[in-house]
């Protein structure tokens, strides 16, 4: 079952207007989450790394006011597409990389399902 | 981050072995290799990750070479349901500890055919 689950999956804005894309860690607890957008046919860009309790550090590129990622609890992130216009249209993804569990030592990154935003 | 190069996209018939090599000629002693899976529309979905020699899971195989700068994604006897994308990742794994993230390259596209 998912690990990360990433609310909505899909919404149509009106031009000028706010939308807010919710990502939750279910079963374990994330200091850290990723944003992500994606184009048709393109790979992923790293928008984001959402820090539990502090700021969100940004990419080169993009606007910290637009795209607004508060991340209020260990279990989930927000990204808010502020004043979205035709051009933020896109897929964003959400990551959270899991603690390591029993012998392991490494982290594992888990995605959400993902959010089709169409701005009209 | 170590940068990696992939093929834009192969084809493949159902029941035939797919291999995609991944070259990652910077990569770090502290860096694991992972491989993600990624439907349209949908999430990337682990597929397994090394660090060297071979690993082998329900899915698929990954075999490192000694130096590390390549490593190559085996998926035995592909199904028209192993039509994605799939990516080769190179990094820290403990991800978010001291700025790690996590960044994708180019992505290889996988087209099984009947």
């Known amino acids: 079952g998912a690990v990360v689950s990433q609310h909505p999956s899909r919404v149509i804005c009106k031009s000028g207007t706010s939308v807010k894309i919710e990502c939750r860690s279910l079963d374990f607890q994330a200091t850290t989450m990723f944003w992500y957008r994606q184009f048709p046919k393109q790979s992923l860009m790293l928008m984001a790394t959402?820090?539990?309790?502090?700021?969100?550090?940004?990419e080169q590129g993009v606007e910290k006011d637009k795209f607004l990622i508060n991340h209020a609890s260990l279990t989930l992130s927000t990204l808010t597409v502020t004043s979205a216009h035709p051009e933020d249209s896109s897929f964003y993804i959400c990551s959270a990389p899991r603690p390591p569990k029993g012998a392991t030592w490494n982290t594992e990154a888990f995605f959400g399902q993902g959010t089709r935003l169409t701005v009209v | 981050l170590a940068k990696t190069t992939q093929p834009i996209s192969m084809d493949s018939y159902e029941g035939q072995e797919v291999n995609i090599t991944c070259s990652h000629n910077?990569?770090?002693?502290?860096?694991?290799i992972t491989w993600y899976q990624q439907f349209p529309s949908q999430g990337p979905r682990f597929i397994i990750q090394?660090?060297?020699t071979k690993v082998t899971n329900e899915v698929a195989s990954l075999f490192i070479p000694a130096d590390r700068k390549s490593s190559t994604l085996s998926l035995p006897r592909v199904s028209l349901s192993d039509t994605a994308v799939y990516y080769c990742l190179v990094g820290e794994v403990q991800l978010g500890a001291a700025g790690n993230k996590l960044t994708f390259g180019g992505g290889t596209r996988v087209l099984v055919k009947p």
């Open positions: 090394g660090y060297k």
């Open positions: 910077n990569i770090a002693t502290n860096d694991y």
């Open positions: 959402s820090n539990e309790g502090s700021k969100a550090t940004y």
